[in-house]
């Protein structure tokens, strides 16, 4: 299983600053399942706003940065590489406790299934060893539009 650093993982996602949500991936194995993490703190812009005074990171990001998760899973393999997972699909999401600064949100994401172009995954999140949140993640699988030029357009089922 391999380790992943910032910069490895910038090579597989096209996420960047401020909505890249993970920091580290600790466990990889491509078209089986991740562990990584995301360190949530005060500066983060999102807490200016949700909420002055009471900063939770919202439950929205949450399932963002386990479908960011569960799309280097899908996307480490060969054949989808230089393609882009796109969320399709949340079920039965569940938030249990507040994520607040200081937090460490360690996930973990399983593939349930593949097919075609479309993979589904299960995915938690814990705080402490707690869980804070869990989802099944949907994701439709397209060809990466940087590849054809910016005047491209992509048309996907």
């Not at 650093?5 to 580290?24: A, N, T, V």
């Not at 569940?94 to 589904?120: A, C, S, Y």
């Amino acid at each position: 299983m391999a380790e992943l650093d910032i910069r490895q993982i910038m090579e597989i996602l096209p996420h960047r600053y401020p909505f890249l949500l993970i920091d580290r991936i600790v466990e990889l194995e491509p078209g089986v399942r991740a562990v990584g993490y995301k360190n949530i703190t005060y500066n983060e812009p999102i807490f200016t706003g949700h909420f002055p005074n009471n900063p939770l990171f919202p439950g929205v990001l949450m399932i963002e940065a386990m479908a960011q998760l569960g799309g280097a899973v899908l996307l480490e393999p060969g054949e989808f590489s230089r393609k882009t997972p796109y969320l399709a699909g949340i079920n039965k999401a569940k938030f249990r406790r507040p994520v607040v600064p200081g937090d460490r949100l360690m996930m973990e994401v399983q593939l349930l299934r593949h097919r075609r172009n479309i993979g589904w995954v299960s995915a938690e999140a814990n705080v402490d060893g707690q869980l804070v949140c869990a989802a099944e993640l949907m994701f439709s699988i397209a060809s990466d539009p940087r590849m054809f030029g910016a005047d491209a357009v992509v048309l996907h089922a």
